[in-house]
């Protein structure tokens, strides 16, 4: 481990419901200036929905999560929600991944990222299980790793989840984004 990864430990914000139908618009150069604001260093921004690496000299996830929070609520006045992955974290969620996650060009894959206080286990328990036939459901360490047929996503037990209270406690990317984002780390 390099000395400037100890002193500033490279992390992930997993942003909730951000520009995402047309709500909580937060455009990508205003997201890191606020970052930058909150003194992290190396802020990079993915795509436009809500994923920012960076550098932080604290290295407690759920504190920055914390801060993340108030000064994306303060800042861009909505109720903002985050996961925040240190590298080592953001590593072990995906690699429990199943094997063929993401691999199978038939189906769509998707990773659930759980917000504070919601364990995978728990919000499984909550959901009805899935059609097997149209999709597979599995957790991981702060995840759930869910793929559903191109062909016939309607079908899907788990098509519903948006509808569901359980989705609240949830942050989802696609499995382009998760690989993508996977390298990005190693770039910071």
């Known amino acids: 481990m390099s000395h400037d990864e100890k002193a500033h430990p490279r992390f992930l914000a ?4 951000v520009n995402v139908g047309g709500k909580n618009i937060v455009p990508k150069d205003a997201l890191r200036g606020c970052f930058e604001d909150m ?8 795509i ?9 000299t604290n290295s407690d996830e759920p ?9 994306l609520s303060a800042r861009f006045s909505y109720n903002a ?5 240190s590298r080592k974290s953001y590593r072990t969620a995906v690699d429990a991944a199943p094997e063929d996650w993401g691999q199978d060009d038939e189906r769509m894959h998707h990773a659930l ?3 504070a206080g919601a364990r995978p286990e728990d919000i499984l328990a909550r959901l009805p299980s899935p059609q097997l036939e149209w999709e597979t459901v599995a957790p991981g360490p702060g995840v759930i790793y869910w793929s559903v047929s191109r062909t016939r996503p309607t079908r899907s037990t788990w098509v519903k989840l948006p509808t569901s209270p359980e989705y609240q406690k949830l942050t ?3 499995h382009n984004t998760v690989f993508r984002l996977r390298q990005l780390f190693e770039e910071i």
């Open 48 to 56: 436009q929905s809500g994923n920012i690496l960076f550098r932080s």
């Open 81 to 85: 929600r985050a996961v925040v992955l």
């Open 113 to 115: 990222f759980t917000l």
């Open 39 to 46: 003194g992290f260093s190396s802020v990079r921004t993915y």
């Open 172 to 174: 989802a990317r696609n």
């Open 14 to 17: 997993l942003l909730r419901g």
């Open 63 to 71: 504190a920055l999560a914390d801060e993340v929070e108030s000064a």
